[in-house]
């Protein structure tokens, strides 16, 4: 089966625009993962779903962040009023139970704020 | 707080010989470890993991040694060869929703 899709691949805005990111995990993994990767860094935990429930937001780096999974499978990442300083690759990971395990990342989407 | 260290950024080898990438952490809470190796413009691809309960995991030429004492794990590739060259992420966590990782190190492996 294909493994997780993310779109846009590429996404540049203006300061002030507003974005949405989307994923699609893997068919029948529980668990959604979002990520935030700076050049140079390795990548650090934004959100966490289990099916359709958000356990875990404390990553998110400000209100301007917003991440739902209404149907327990694809989710999206929504930047209100992009800074300059949310310019960073946007990974997503799923998983396929609710366990420390292998999470399966998608290619990324690289969003530069101009 | 960065809570788990790599601390070399690159790392250089000849093909045929061993590579050792070294990760540090801090949370002794950590229970799982697990190592990604990440090509351009693509995500991270899991590689070999180990969780607390061992101190070695073999799979291939790929031998992830942990030493909780010291709170450090390492990955060993024997032999190396060119198309492991790549950036390598060290990652662990506590929970489920809990990765941390660190910032990673990039293999050269020279033909």
């Known amino acids: 089966g294909a493994g997780v899709s993310q779109s846009p691949r590429y996404k540049v805005a203006k300061r002030g625009q507003d974005v949405a990111l989307r994923c699609d995990p893997i068919?029948?993994?529980?668990?959604l993962f979002w990520y935030q990767q700076a050049l140079g860094q390795g990548p650090e935990f934004l959100t966490y779903f289990q099916n359709e429930a958000q356990l875990d937001k404390s990553g998110l780096p400000s209100d301007r962040f917003f991440a739902e999974r209404p149907e327990g499978s694809v989710s999206t990442l929504k930047i209100q009023r992009t800074q300059q300083e949310d310019s960073a690759v946007y990974l997503c990971?799923?998983?396929?139970?609710?366990?420390?395990?292998?999470?399966?990342f998608g290619p990324g989407t690289r969003l530069t704020v101009l | 707080d960065q809570q788990v260290k790599q601390n070399s950024p690159s790392l250089s080898v000849q093909e045929g010989r061993i590579s050792i990438l070294n990760c540090d952490y801090t949370n002794s809470m950590f229970d799982y470890f697990l190592w990604y190796k990440k090509y351009p413009a693509e995500g991270p691809t899991f590689l070999i993991s180990?969780?607390?309960?061992?101190d070695k995991n073999e799979d291939g030429r790929f031998t992830v040694f942990l030493n909780k004492s010291a709170k450090h794990l390492s990955l060993h590739i024997v032999p190396s060869q060119p198309g492991d060259s790549a950036v390598y992420f060290c990652?662990?966590?506590?929970?489920?929703?809990?990765?941390?990782f660190g910032a990673g190190t990039r293999l050269t492996v020279k033909p």
């Open positions: 068919s029948g993994h529980v668990s």
């Open positions: 180990i969780s607390s309960i061992k």
């Open positions: 990652a662990a966590s506590a929970w489920v929703g809990d990765m941390r």
């Open positions: 990971a799923s998983s396929l139970q609710g366990a420390p395990e292998e999470q399966f």
